[in-house]
């Protein structure tokens, strides 16, 4: 299996565009997760979906943040209009019933 | 205060010693507990999964966990230049994993 495929891997963005983030989670999971890294805050879960309806979306940071599950197989995080303190690493993750969670590789954001 | 606590090093050592990562936690209801390994510029990935206290052992890794005290550790014995990562310690209320809160990381470097 291919694992997890995020895309792009490396975004640079000025200030105010809008910026899509693509994740292609393992096929047959059921559970996707949106995760945020960043060195002052760590790895914080920002959304999750379970048969691609979403769960939980306390951690979105604000409104400009979205995330949309279209079908198994596709998700998006969309950040309009992003901003500098935006930089960051977001994984995309998936996993079936059970306890392993398999991350992608990170799409890393930069907003300048 | 924030609810995990982790060592924060970074932590550099010789090829074959025994490596020790620690987290300290304030959240009672935590009865998951895991450890993640991070390459550099790679998303992570599960090392250990335990539940409740008591010790785990896989090869060369051993994750024990003391609720009393809130303590979990993850030992590394005949370490290796591959054991070369960020190790984040995670934890769950439940067995939604994808919902864990997260250290901020140990970086090892494991000299030849």
């Known amino acids: 299996d291919a694992g997890v495929i995020q895309s792009p891997r490396h975004e640079v963005t000025e200030m105010g565009q809008e910026v899509t983030l693509r994740c292609k989670p393992i096929?047959?999971?059921?559970?996707l997760f949106w995760y945020r890294q960043t060195m002052m805050r760590g790895l914080e879960l920002l959304i999750y979906?379970?048969?691609?309806?979403?769960?939980?979306d306390s951690g979105m940071p604000e409104d400009r943040f979205s995330a949309k599950m279209p079908n198994a197989s596709f998700s998006t995080l969309k950040i309009q209009p992003s901003e500098p303190r935006d930089s960051a690493v977001y994984f995309c993750?998936?996993?079936?019933?059970?306890?392993?969670?398999?991350f992608g590789e990170g799409s890393w954001l930069t907003v300048v | 205060q924030k609810e995990v606590e982790q060592d924060p090093g970074p932590l550099s050592v010789p090829e074959g010693a025994i490596v020790s990562l620690n987290c300290t936690y304030s959240?009672?209801?935590?009865?998951?507990f895991m450890w993640y390994r991070q390459y550099s510029r790679k998303g992570p990935e599960l090392l250990m999964y335990?539940?409740?206290?008591g010790n785990k052992e896989d090869g060369r890794f051993t994750a024990q966990v003391d609720k009393s005290s809130k303590y979990i550790s993850l030992f590394i014995r005949d370490s290796q230049p591959s054991d070369s990562a960020t190790y984040l310690c995670?934890?769950?209320?439940?067995?939604?994993?994808?919902?864990?809160?997260f250290g901020d990381g140990t970086t090892l470097t494991v000299k030849p």
């Open positions: 993750a998936s996993k079936q019933a059970g306890n392993t969670i398999y």
């Open positions: 096929s047959g999971h059921n559970s």
């Open positions: 979906f379970n048969n691609n309806v979403p769960i939980d």
């Open positions: 959240n009672s209801a935590f009865q998951y």
């Open positions: 335990t539940y409740s206290s």
């Open positions: 995670a934890m769950a209320r439940n067995t939604n994993a994808g919902k864990s809160t």
